[in-house]
C-alpha cells in the first residue's frame, strides 16, 4: 500500500509538471537560436550578458532607456547612475568589447546608426 501511495504522488507531480513552459522575454534563446550550429561554434566559450535586466542587479539603479538619459543621470550626480555604473562594470560576461562601446558616449548613435541602450543583449562563442 505504501508504494501505490508513492507511485501516486509521483504520477501527480509528473501531471502538474508537464505543463507548457512558460514563455520567457529573455533574450538568451533567440540568441542561442541564430548561432551556426557548427564544431567552431561548439569548441570555445559561450558567453551571454543580458544588459537590460543588468540595472535590476542594484536596487535603486536607473533603468534608462537610451544613453541620452543616462548622461542626464551622470550630469545631475543623480546616485541612481552611480548604481547602474557598478552593475554595469560588474558585468563580467557576454562579448568584451561591449563596455568599450559605452566610452564613446553622445558619439554613439551618429557614428553606428543606434542608442547603445537599443542593444538589449550580447552572447560571444568560439574560441576566445
Known amino acids: ?48 550578458a543580458d544588459y537590460a535586466a543588468l540595472a535590476a542587479t542594484r536596487p535603486g539603479a536607473a533603468q534608462p532607456a537610451s544613453l541620452a538619459e543616462l548622461l542626464r543621470l551622470e550630469a545631475a550626480g543623480d546616485r541612481s547612475f552611480d548604481l547602474w555604473l557598478a552593475a554595469f562594470q560588474g558585468l563580467s560576461s557576454g562579448p568584451e568589447f561591449v563596455s568599450e562601446l559605452f566610452v564613446g558616449g553622445p558619439q554613439y548613435l551618429p557614428v553606428v546608426g543606434f542608442d547603445f541602450f537599443a542593444v538589449r543583449a550580447g552572447i560571444a562563442f568560439g574560441v576566445p
Open 1 to 48: 500500500m505504501k508504494y501505490a501511495v508513492v507511485v501516486l504522488l509521483w504520477l501527480w507531480c509528473c501531471v502538474l509538471y508537464a505543463q507548457e513552459p512558460v514563455a520567457s522575454d529573455s533574450p538568451l534563446l533567440p540568441l542561442l537560436a541564430a548561432l551556426p550550429d557548427i564544431p567552431q561554434t561548439r569548441a570555445g566559450v559561450l558567453s551571454f
